[in-house]
């Protein structure tokens, strides 16, 4: 009986969201960081970006693609506290606004 691995698998976080192996590579083309979150918060996107390696500090942040405002039941993605996810800039969009779920949280984001 072999203990041997033959398959990689890409590891897990704790809500079954995939963990990429390694950042995108590359010049960080901008970034945000932001502890005023207590409402929607428009952000406009770096032309050349692809990717945001999004990072949610404290408490959950929620994301809106595009100029229209996000809320807690308006929005694209969520990003647990304490957690960096790899998201792809879908083609064509210029803005995204964030918000925190609740007081205290903030976020840092950075467009590559």
Do not use: C, H
């Not at 698998?9 to 945000?32: C, E, N, S, W, Y």
């Not at 918060?41 to 809106?64: Q, R, S, Y």
């Not at 304490?82 to 083609?91: D, E, F, K, L, Y």
């Amino acid at each position: 009986m072999s203990n041997r691995i033959d398959v990689l698998q890409q590891p897990v976080d704790k809500f079954g969201i995939p963990i990429p192996l390694a950042l995108p590579a590359g010049v960080t083309l901008a970034r945000t960081y932001d502890e005023t979150i207590s409402t929607s918060t428009e952000i406009t996107l770096n032309t050349k970006a692809t990717v945001l390696i999004f990072t949610a500090i404290t408490k959950m942040v929620f994301l809106k693609w595009g100029a229209d405002d996000v809320t807690s039941s308006n929005y694209d993605e969520d990003i647990p506290a304490n957690q960096t996810r790899v998201i792809p800039i879908p083609a064509g969009t210029t803005k995204i606004n964030i918000i925190e779920s609740s007081a205290t949280g903030f976020a840092s984001i950075l467009e590559k």
